[in-house]
């Protein structure tokens, strides 16, 4: 059985997932896909000398353009291998790609996993969780993470661009000034970037800058 794993870096990247290696089956093939402003650092790489590990680091930046590769990539594992003799997983956190899995099924064993190896224990990352969420940068990552992920909702339509922006926006804006303010500015940001759907973007990121002031 080839076991290959296929990772949007930009997007576990971004979403602070560190890696980890631990209990994967000897002899996996682990590929990176990169943009060309994307850098892999080298606590990402697995150092175990059973795995083969691949850097694709000369993707064009633009829409969706990670997702495109991995895509035809894995259609190329399902013209290779028989069905049978794969498992592909995909590491990213986009949902976009569970409806690429769901038409390719009758070509290939794949699936859509956040983590490469095997995660800490329940009760280990519960506590991490708690503690991290207590501290104010804690708080930010927990609000990003959610408006990234009401943002992936709406599937790979969002240019990247578009989806940095808004990001930023509310990274930006989240420096200690109080709720009414905060959204305000991103309110105005928004609008003035997006003057005919900025509406739509205030509704992605309401409920998350709200919780976050909770």
């Given at each position: ?13 971004f ?21 060309t402003k ?120 969002i240019p ?6 808004v ?21 105005e940001?928004?609008y003035?970037?997006f ?20």
């Amino acid at each position: 059985m080839e076991t290959y794993y296929l990772i949007d870096y930009e997007n576990i990247k971004f979403a602070g997932v560190k890696l980890t290696y631990s209990g994967i089956p000897k002899n996996s093939n682990v590929i990176f896909f990169l943009t060309t402003k994307d850098k892999l650092t080298d606590s990402d790489k697995p150092k175990k000398k059973d795995i083969d590990c691949q850097i694709f680091d000369n993707i064009p930046e633009g829409m969706e353009s990670v997702d495109k590769y991995i895509s035809a990539y894995m259609g190329y594992l399902a013209g290779v291998y028989d069905k049978e003799t794969l498992k592909v997983y995909i590491i990213s956190r986009n949902k976009g790609y569970d409806n690429v899995i769901a038409f390719m099924s009758d070509l290939i064993n794949a699936e859509r996993k956040e983590q490469i190896g095997t995660p800490a224990s329940k009760k280990n990352t519960a506590a991490s969780a708690k503690n991290t969420v207590m501290t104010g940068n804690g708080k930010l990552s927990k609000c990003l993470l959610e408006v990234e992920e009401a943002l992936y909702e709406y599937g790979g339509g969002i240019p990247r661009q578009d989806f940095d922006f808004v990001i930023n926006t509310v990274r930006t804006s989240l420096n200690g000034k109080n709720r009414k303010n905060v959204l305000s500015e991103i309110k105005e940001k928004l609008y003035m970037r997006f003057p005919y759907i900025g509406e739509f973007y205030m509704e992605v990121v309401t409920p998350a800058v709200e919780d976050y002031y909770k």
